[in-house]
């Protein structure tokens, strides 16, 4: 009966992990997209967030023979709107962290690549946060109700002045400052952005005058949305703090929040922009389309104009970089998630595995022995249990026959079979629900390491040994996952059972479908599954010693 609630408890976590994988790979559904891709511009409707621009390289060929410390400006001709000139006007400025992209038409961030990081693949690109295409509204635009205003703000061209074009140790702190002016509306906005050496978080100071009503300022479409995946873990899409209160969800077509703001934020698994106001009095999300997502943060008004203090940070989630803020955010990374839910005690648990895991990897550096070490250490602390349930399914396996004859004595008596086989339970001192309860007992532990090795960015670009390079996608030769069947298949045979032959073999089927489930997990996990089955079959052949001469355990009490 034992073995029976530990095939469903094995069978159920396998299909609520695994089902959008299993279902992608049949091909019902499609992969993860990645949105930040530039998108053809052929319509010919000009775009108002324009990407990369073609002169960029001359722009920073320019900037680059200028002092670090000499002011540099991108003053755009004062009658002209025209968005495919405004287009060429973008001054590319650097930390060691990142490199970013401001364009003169809105006075937006056009491009934010993070050069610490880069997308999978031959040319080694830097992933670059800002969405690419379509025609939205890009970071640290404005949006006011005030038709035209909204529009001259939206299709302004700005001078960009700064007064760096890299960061360093020498010069740690750096601004650029944004103006328009608008002589009809009588529009007159800066914005003053102050970035920091060996950091995401960036300042930014608004100062408007001629707007009296309340105004928004936008975060962006997809802005830290690199990859828009489907699976079951983690949130892809819109989160914000209003009022204390954390809230993880893209609505299906609008959504405010109104309250104190301390932030809201755009994510993915692994990256995220976040807008943390002063001030800040309402959060408005809107679904732009399919896996397009948009987020503002509202400003309240002034009869004399407007003002406001904000933070950006746009960057990975490191959890330790996110803590360091003081606002919630090293929540959006999220350790809890069990059957589609956060449950706090998988996370009470998943913190401190988490902390245990980068303690070992500051003597490894090297992820996949950091993994195989905690995996062994874990392994040890359930030895006793795991010794228990062994014990219990040994003692149910002795007395199976005993089991199956009161089966077919009382077949017909249902009452009388229970009492019979509670009383051969308790004379032979036998706990027949033994077997799983030290699994049952594990899983928060397991679903926790499971979290935090899907989901953390340490593992990203975290290379093990030869052909593996990145313990955060998937064995590209599948190596891990067939030894990982392989152990399976061997588990399965050496450990005891109550199941008869044919069901036995029947049971052989699961070592399949979890090889072909954990082909596309990533290398960590499946490394971390294959650990264990390899450290449960070691543990089992000695424990299987240990009880050779033991007999007596399913003798009856005297």
């Not at 775009?47 to 755009?76: H, I, L, N, V």
């Not at 002209?80 to 038409?105: C, F, K, P, W």
């Not at 828009?228 to 914000?240: E, K, N, P, R, V």
């Not at 990374?333 to 980068?358: E, M, N, Q, T």
Request: aromatic share 8%.
């Amino acid at each position: 009966m034992e073995k029976r609630v530990v095939v469903f408890l094995v069978l159920s976590l396998a299909v609520i992990l695994g089902y959008d994988l299993l279902i992608k790979q049949l091909g019902l559904l499609p992969p993860a997209t990645t949105v930040q891709e530039p998108v053809s511009q052929e319509s010919g409707a000009p775009s108002s967030q324009p990407g990369t621009p073609t002169d960029t390289k001359k722009d920073a060929a320019r900037s680059g023979a200028q002092s670090s410390a000499s002011p540099e400006t991108a003053s755009p001709p004062a009658a002209s709107t025209d968005s495919a000139l405004s287009s060429e006007r973008t001054i590319t400025v650097e930390t060691d962290v990142v490199r970013v992209g401001l364009n003169a038409l809105g006075g937006v961030i056009s491009s934010w690549e993070l050069k610490r990081f880069h997308i999978a693949g031959p040319e080694q690109k830097p992933v670059q946060l800002v969405y690419q295409g379509g025609k939205f509204r890009g970071p640290l635009s404005i949006a006011t109700p005030n038709l035209a205003a909204d529009k001259a703000l939206r299709e302004g061209l700005y001078a960009i002045e700064t007064d760096f074009t890299t960061l360093d140790d020498a010069h740690p702190v750096g601004h650029a400052t944004l103006r328009f002016e608008d002589a009809a509306s009588g529009l007159n906005v800066q914005k003053r952005l102050t970035f920091h050496h060996d950091s995401y978080l960036v300042d930014v100071e608004l100062t408007i005058e001629g707007l009296t009503d309340a105004y928004d300022v936008v975060l962006g479409t997809n802005f830290g949305i690199v990859e828009w995946g489907d699976g079951f873990i983690g949130l892809i899409g819109s989160a914000s703090l209003v009022d204390g209160k954390v809230e993880k969800e893209t609505p299906d077509n609008e959504l405010e929040r109104k309250g104190s703001v301390q932030w809201v934020a755009l994510q993915d698994k692994y990256f995220l922009s976040v807008l943390m106001p002063q001030g800040g009095t309402a959060v408005l999300v809107k679904k732009e389309g399919d896996k397009l997502v948009s987020s503002s943060v509202r400003m309240p008004s002034s009869r004399t104009g407007a003002s406001g203090q904000l933070q950006l940070y746009a960057g990975p989630k490191e959890y330790d970089t996110l803590r360091s803020l003081n606002v919630g955010l090293e929540d959006t990374i999220d350790f809890g998630w069990f059957i589609f839910g956060s449950w706090s005690v998988v996370k009470a648990v998943a913190k401190p595995i988490f902390y245990v895991l980068r303690f070992i990897n500051d003597y490894t550096h090297n992820y996949g022995v950091t993994i195989i070490l905690l995996t062994m250490g874990i392994k040890m602390l359930f030895v006793p249990l795991q010794y228990k349930s062994y014990k219990s399914m040994k003692q149910m396996q002795v007395i199976q026959p005993k089991v199956l004859a009161l089966q077919e004595k009382h077949k017909d008596d249902r009452d009388k079979l229970n009492k019979e086989l509670i009383k051969l339970y308790r004379d032979h001192k036998v706990n027949p629900v033994g077997g799983c309860l030290p699994m049952v007992l594990q899983m928060p532990v397991f679903v926790a390491l499971f979290n935090i090795l899907y989901m953390t960015i340490d593992l990203r670009q975290a290379p093990f040994v030869g052909w593996i390079t990145d313990l955060s996608v998937q064995d590209p030769y599948y190596v891990l996952p067939i030894i990982m069947g392989a152990t399976m298949v061997i588990q399965q045979k050496i450990t005891p059972t109550t199941m008869d032959p044919t069901q036995a073999k029947i049971m052989l089927v699961l070592p399949v479908f979890m090889t072909f489930l954990f082909i596309n997990f990533p290398a960590g996990l499946v490394l971390y599954w294959l650990t264990n089955n390899v450290l449960t079959i070691g543990q089992q052949v000695l424990t299987e010693r240990l009880f050779a001469n033991k007999s007596f355990l399913a003798e009856p009490s005297k």
